[in-house]
């Protein structure tokens, strides 16, 4: 029997009080609540107790609100991702040439990839922008919250002088829009190691703290990348050759991601995207600086077949670990919860408990966002996505065996489940 998610990603309850009898209630690092009621007055969780007898337990898992760390909407027309065949810097290359042929309006492919997102339970997400996309048609993010993160890809700093005017656009006028229920927050990605000077991307930590806007970068994602830092060759030295963008000067050898992680920590929060080749030493770093998140993309690393990633001794240093989904060039979908369901199957010690916050609260926190996915106690706020269990999900194997293994298939919360 295939599970659902009623994901209602703005799900309040109307004002009238109402009464929820549910199998589970999981909050992250929390035991899971058992057959536990819950009572919702003026939208608010005004109690939780056990279920009396003659209460009709509806089979369902509350859980807070999910949130994807980082995603790139724009590829959201994609109906299945790019090849990985060859090198990452080939990878590139076919991003490059569909870029270059697609035909659809940036912010249609955004608004597909929201809705998708909202279908999937969705309350808030980290999308990257490109081109001049900065602070335009803000109305395709309507329904669900975003940190727009404005990409800068500049190895001169004077490629980045010509790209100042748009990304100080972005950094004023983001904000709340009267087009949007939810919010929307500015911030700014340096792209990558390979794309940014290191002289720009002290710039744009500058900036980054003069208007307190957070931060994301890909670093360490590849095997390629980590051969262009410390040796200044390999496949990444031979693209940026053809792009006619190749300076020795910026790649001589000898770099670290350490140095680019020291280059971010000024910045008042940042998203360390990927990080798949981090070191134990870049780990240790990270451990100090709680301003500073890593976001693992399960599926995306997958299609990559990279090495086991790092994230539970990542974890265990005490490194602010989410989950992304990275987007349709990389994955064929959006579902931020079936990131998680990875993580569970490949990790069948790890408990529902143990890696919710990844995808809800703890991705919140990342994001500057918080108040957006809180534990469901009482007092606050009633924000939450319903998952629908099988019937045989009593007893806590069958809570993770239906959290690794249920197929999303999304209802409308409505009277019926009250």
Known sequence: MPASVDASPSFEDSGDTSRFCVRWLLNPGQVPQENCCLTITAGVVEKIGACRAGDRIQPLAVIPPLVN????????????????????PDWIGRVLAWRGQVTQEQSERIRAGVQES??????LAGDILTGSHAATDLSAWQGIAAVLFREVIALTPERFAGQLSDLHQHLRTVSASAASNEPLVAGISPHAPYTVHPQVLEKLVRLSCQYHAP???????????????????????ALLQ????????????????QEI????????????????????GNISYLARQPHLSVVYCPRTHAWFQHPPHPFRRMRQAGVSVVLGTDGRSTNPDLSIFRELQLVLRQH???????????????????????????????????????LRLPACSSGSVGLNEFCQDAELTVSGVDSTLV
């Open 69 to 88: 760390a980082h995603t790139h909407f724009e590829f959201s027309s994609l109906q299945q991702p790019f090849s990985a065949a060859g090198t990452f």
């Open 118 to 123: 909202r279908t999937a339970g969705v309350r």
């Open 242 to 257: 053809r792009l006619g963008v190749w300076d020795s000067r910026v790649f001589p050898g000898g770099r670290d991601p």
């Open 348 to 386: 069948p010690d790890l408990n529902i408990q143990d890696v919710l916050g990844m995808v809800t609260t703890g991705a919140a926190e990342a994001l500057g966002l918080p108040e957006l996915s809180q534990p469901i106690v009482v007092g606050r706020p009633w924000r939450a996505t319903l």
């Open 215 to 237: 931060m994301a970068m890909h670093l360490a994602e590849t095997a390629e990348e980590q051969e262009l830092l410390q040796r200044g060759t390999g496949p990444f030295a």
């Open 261 to 280: 992680l020291e280059q971010l920590q000024p910045a008042p929060r940042c998203l360390v995207i990927h990080g798949n080749y981090l070191s134990d």
